[in-house]
């Protein structure tokens, strides 16, 4: 075939040669030109394609889009056209108008653009029917704060969160929303908000409110060490032979301390409950309440988030829970160090609560510490709020303290549990316990971040006001150094706002190392079967040998002098192996 | 990141959280035009912002004619007064690794950095404890020289050598299609390649000689210290580096569109190893009884 073509083309100017010679015989324009196209116009010999249609298309990309220095990439062009023509441009078994990254994105979206249906009437008492107050949230308002501190998602997105979060109170029993922040993972991220549930919604919850923590994962590891161990005593077999009896099974010595109870939901680090989703129009989950433990855990170890709540946390010392959990916890840490308010703007609320009959519980707790907002907030000028000392700006949330609560607990038991342990707890405070630990104590509730410690010469905050030029509309801002991502922002008016953007990891310095392991146990009591003596030298060996030959008796038959020997060895041996 | 892409990086914002504010953005962008106009410099790029605890650092960067080499750094604290930075000094480069504190954001203050016991930067082991100066203006040049060296990324194909072996941006170049923006070798580290120029060519089998010149980043380790990501319409590719937390390559897949840009401390994360979640499955089957 490809020769056919070949000789057809020779064939062609072979008879196209014969004739000028014949006919003209001098060279003329219009001749030459059409030499110049049919040789331009012969197809390659491998693709088919012609030299003549390339050149025209690459002239006509060129001329259309009439690029600079186009001399300097005339081969990307070329090569650019040519591998358009290979390009199968209807090749699908279904045909694509719109790219699927892009359509799912349109899908999910959609139920968020559409208004929401009206409300059936319900036989409920309007009071539950009532909502989270949404007129501080609309993120396109935050945005523009954000904004001016640096931070900042798309426009859209910040959009549809808005309308996800109204979903979202819809649904849930919310009381009180905002929007928490930002986590990125590896893979995917968490878009955070922040709620407190209604009252109901907590005793609720707290009916089920077991104090005690949930010892299951131990019980895993527990069980599957002993299974382990009968597994290896019955590959044994037979005991060995020296052993008439088996020496007990070590004991493990070791005894976990008293693990702190976990704090009802609504109360300290529980306070709020968070939902998180990765991609706006993905369903809101909720993150399960946090334990003293996963937050003391969380403080030692390391793990960037995968963006799979149920990714299981590979760590020593050992998390307990998934990612999920450590999830919970990290947005437990960072709150708890990061959320600050400008000075008066909570107030302790002591006097000023009298709603029925929660008011006694409510006053217990003002007394402690209940903090509401001030009514009569004189804000802040803004020449204070950007004072480097941060004497104006105040922690509002509970520290957490050591054991991985925001109030201490007492490990000696006491006779109250459950949920008067708060009560208990105060009582206790006012007749101190003699025997016992000192109790742990964190800074008070609105204690000036001034007083925050440096870490290595790392000051806790830095300090800004949002713009040079507009002094009359900039807003404080204030970066954490400890948790990088957290920022806080007041307004010149009655505005502030916590937010974090990060990746949940605190700073170290210099750099992270893990907890080094405990020392061995010792798995018998010392005695003189474990002492561990140096073996005797070969001198000595023989030194012992000649002592206790038998002297008196007289020379014998070599067969029965060689006896004594034999047993002298065999006790060796085990001696040897008690070692 | 583009100087037009300075007044509008919403869009690139999203995978750092991070963005220009409309102030900044504005003053950047004046500002640099000037510097732009001063220094005869074809291009202008925001390379970024170091955050230090008092004042932070904008740099930027522009290029005369040759993309990569010609490439001429300043910085400033107010956006407004641009200084010179300059170029690496060797002993800045031996100590900046060692040095833990933040920045500060003054340009004269002097650093005192501990080199402990048998500390091998400066070639022997040092016998005994020692204290070096250093200068935040050299820290700050040697950081940036750093980050360029280990994490700064162009598409394949957006930069183009001529046959002169100046390096230029490809108007040709189009974007990466969808298919090869999901592999890391699609894209280059922007330095001076560190491998040898065939080897560079040959991983490839479409290769080119005026495009494959630099190093790719799949030989990067250990593998899995850059993130990819996509945003949520799969309209842009996002690549992130575990090693300096805070800096964002995007590229808007089927366009020209690129860049990077770093928003961070300034101090690269040696805790990588312990992100990776490597010896998961060995644990799983321990705790599920097999």
Redesign the interface.
């Known amino acids: 075939m490809i020769n056919d073509v070949n000789n057809l083309g020779s064939i062609i100017e072979i008879n196209a040669e014969e004739r000028d010679l014949r006919l003209v015989g001098l060279p003329n324009e219009e001749n030459e030109f059409v030499y110049a196209k049919t040789f331009l116009q012969k197809s390659s010999t491998d693709t088919g394609a012609n030299l003549y249609d390339h050149l025209s298309e690459v002239l006509n990309k060129i001329l259309s889009e009439r690029?600079?220095?186009?001399v300097?990439?005339f081969?990307?062009?070329s090569?650019?056209i040519k591998e358009k023509r290979f390009k199968p441009l209807t090749d699908h078994l279904e045909d694509i108008y719109v790219?699927?990254?892009?359509y799912r994105?349109?899908n999910r979206l959609m139920p968020l653009l559409k208004p929401l249906p009206p409300e059936e009437p319900s036989t409920l008492d309007p009071e539950d029917l009532e909502r989270a107050d949404m007129t501080k949230n609309n993120m396109l308002d935050l945005l523009s704060y954000?904004?001016?501190?640096?931070?900042?998602?798309?426009?859209t997105?910040m959009f549809c969160l808005t309308m996800s979060m109204r979903q979202l109170i819809r649904v849930e029993p919310i009381a009180k929303i905002r929007f928490w922040g930002?986590i990125?993972g590896?893979?995917k991220?968490y878009i955070i908000v922040e709620t407190e549930l209604k009252d109901e919604e907590y005793s609720k919850r707290n009916e089920n409110y077991n104090p005690l923590p949930d010892s299951k994962i131990e019980d895993?590891v527990g069980d599957?060490l002993e299974?382990i161990t009968k597994a290896q005593l019955a590959g044994e077999g037979e005991p060995p032979k020296l052993w008439e009896v088996l020496p007990p099974l070590p004991q493990i010595q070791y005894e976990e301390p008293p693990e702190p109870p976990s704090e009802p939901s609504g109360v300290g680090a529980n306070k709020n409950v968070y939902y998180v989703c990765s991609?706006?129009g993905e369903p809101w989950v909720q993150l399960p309440d946090v334990t003293p433990k996963q937050i003391r855990v969380a403080r030692q170890i390391?793990?960037?988030f995968?963006g799979d709540l149920d990714?299981?946390i590979?760590s020593y010392p050992f998390f307990p829970g998934s990612e999920r959990n450590l999830l919970r916890a990290q947005i437990a840490r960072i709150s708890a160090g990061t959320h600050i308010s400008p000075l008066g703007f909570y107030t302790f609320g002591g006097e000023g609560m009298g709603e029925g009959g929660e008011a006694d519980e409510e006053e217990e707790e003002g007394n402690k510490g209940e903090i509401k907002e001030n009514p009569k907030y004189d804000p802040v000028p803004i020449k204070d709020l950007t004072d480097r000392s941060m004497m104006f700006w105040v922690h509002h949330n509970h520290h957490i303290l050591n054991q991985g609560r925001t109030t201490w607990w007492n490990p000696n038991p006491l006779p109250e549990t459950g949920l008067d342990e708060e009560l208990g707890e105060e009582e206790e405070e006012a007749k101190p316990v003699v025997m016992g630990p000192e109790p742990e104590t964190g800074p008070p509730l609105l204690t000036p971040c001034s007083e925050d410690v440096t870490l290595?010469?790392?000051?806790a905050w830095?300090v800004r006001s949002?713009?040079?030029?507009?002094e009359e509309f900039a807003v404080a801002i204030v970066?954490s150094?400890f948790w990088?991502?957290a920022y806080s922002f007041a307004t010149q008016g009655k505005m502030f706002h916590n937010v974090y953007?990060?990746?949940g990891l605190k700073t170290?310095?210099?750099?992270?190392s893990?907890m080094p392991l405990p020392p061995v146990e010792q798995d018998y009591p010392m005695g003189p079967e474990i002492m561990e003596i140096v073996d005797p030298t070969g001198a000595e060996e023989e030194a012992w040998r000649i002592a206790h030959l038998p002297k008196e008796k007289p020379p014998k038959l070599v067969g029965e002098e060689e006896m004594p020997e034999e047993e002298e060895e065999e006790e060796d041996e085990d001696e040897d192996e008690d070692e | 990141m583009n100087l037009n892409e300075v007044l509008d990086s919403?869009?690139v914002?999203?995978?750092?959280?991070?963005?220009?504010?409309?102030?900044?953005g504005i003053?950047l962008h004046n500002s640099l035009l000037i510097l732009q106009n001063e220094n005869h410099f074809r291009k202008i790029f925001f390379w970024g912002?170091i955050?230090?605890?008092?004042n932070d650092y904008y740099v930027v960067y522009g290029y005369r004619s040759d993309a990569l080499h010609d490439r001429i750094f300043y910085y400033s604290t107010?956006c407004l007064n641009w200084g010179l930075l300059p170029k690496p000094k060797d002993y800045a480069l031996k100590l900046t690794p060692l040095c833990?504190?933040?920045f500060q954001g003054d340009p004269a203050l002097v650093l005192d950095v501990l080199l402990e016991k048998d500390e091998i930067s400066f070639g022997d082991p040092l016998p005994e404890p020692q204290v070096k100066k250093l200068k935040e203006e050299d820290r700050l040049s040697a950081t940036v020289h750093l980050i360029n060296q280990e994490v700064a990324v162009v598409p394949r194909g957006a930069l183009?050598k001529?046959t002169d072996g100046v390096i230029?941006e490809?108007?040709?170049f189009?974007g990466l299609t969808?298919l090869e923006a999901r592999e890391l070798k699609s894209f280059l580290h922007f330095r001076q390649p560190t491998r040898k120029w065939n080897t560079n060519l040959l991983t490839r089998d479409d290769y080119?000689y005026?495009i494959d010149f630099l190093d790719p980043l799949d030989v990067d380790i250990p593998e899995g210290c850059w993130?990819q990501?996509?945003t949520?319409?799969?309209?842009m590719v996002v690549l992130k580096s575990?090693y300096w937390?805070g800096m964002v390559f995007f590229h808007e897949i089927k366009t020209p569109k690129y860049g990077f840009v770093y928003?961070?401390?300034g101090i690269k994360c040696?805790?990588v190893p312990?992100?990776l979640?490597g010896?998961?499955p060995v644990?799983?089957d321990?705790?599920q009884?097999k």
Not at chain 1, 99 to 102: L, N, S, W, Y
Not at chain 1, 508 to 512: A, L, Q, R, T, Y
């Open positions: 690029p600079e220095n186009v300097d990439f081969e990307e062009y090569r650019k790219e699927p990254g892009r994105q349109a954000f904004e001016l501190a640096g931070l900042g998602l798309p426009r997105e930002k990125f590896m893979n991220n895993i599957q299974t991609e706006i390391y793990k960037t995968t990714q299981p590979v290595d010469a790392i000051p830095s949002s713009s040079g030029v507009a970066r150094n990088p991502g953007f990060g990746s170290m310095v210099p750099n992270f893990p | 919403l869009h914002s999203e995978q750092s959280g991070h963005v220009i504010s409309t102030e900044e003053i912002r955050c230090g605890t008092d107010n833990t504190a933040r183009y001529r230029v490809n108007r040709a189009e969808p080119n005026a993130l990501n996509f949520a319409g799969e309209e575990l937390p928003f961070g401390t040696l805790d312990f992100f979640n010896l998961y644990y799983e321990f705790f009884g």
